[in-house]
């Protein structure tokens, strides 16, 4: 019987901003997109995310169709114009993504700037100043590095990419059970002994293929309890995974 970690990952937020994740990390110019080479990389993600078993919503399926259609239609040859029909001319297949693109990262970046005003807003107060000494922490402010899911998935697939999964000699079917709250201890037993951070690709000892994926969902789950973050300095760097307490 196959083991099923199936999980759903609240950290996508579709597949425009992946697309946009993408155009950042290759520093693409979003209106002149290289249909191929962002169908190429894009088209790894979806294959990473099935090989880790996650539960893929359609949309991004669709917007998967959608890359390999244009990406055909570039690759289909110029016809002749006639210039008596130059006002028939078809746009540019890109033309449709590059709108939803653009109008998708306007809207995420007023997102931001209404986020930021309404923190700054929560640190209004009506009440006199008072003294809040008796209250400070002597620790400094924790600030998660920049690396995302879509760089976590990124990392994933290099490391899919250079291990050779170990392949039971036995004939008969066995159920490998790994809880995901076991790994999470062992996570982060592992990286409380590391002052300085620990490789992303070292907390991935075993080369079989439940214990990757169990591994992976159990630093999801590190991440979305903000017991853990990552830090990636520069685009392809590795990334560096660090308690939450503690300062890189």
Known sequence: MKQSYQVKVDA?????????????????????????????????????????????????????ATLLAIKSQMLLPNQPVDLEDEEEIEDDPRDELMRRLIEYRRYKSAAGILKEKEEQADRIFTRPPSSMEEYMDTKPEIRPGEASIFDMIGAMEKLLQRKTWVEPKET?????????????????????????????????????????????????????????YCVQEHHFDELIVYKMEETP
Do not use: C, W
């Open 172 to 228: 008969t079917v066995q159920r490998d059970e790994i809880p995901i709250q076991t790994r999470m201890t062992e996570i982060l037993d592992h990286i409380s002994e590391k002052e300085d951070g620990t490789k992303f690709n070292d907390l991935f000892p075993q080369r079989s293929k439940p214990h990757v994926v169990v591994t992976f969902m159990a630093l999801l789950e590190l991440m979305k309890g903000n017991e853990i």
């Open 12 to 64: 996508f937020e579709g597949p425009l901003d992946l697309l946009l994740h993408l155009i950042n990390q290759y520093e693409i110019d979003i209106y002149d997109i290289p249909v191929a080479d962002i169908t190429e990389q894009y088209m790894a993600f979806i294959k990473t995310m099935q090989q880790l078993e996650l539960d893929i919503a359609s949309e991004y399926l669709v917007m998967a």
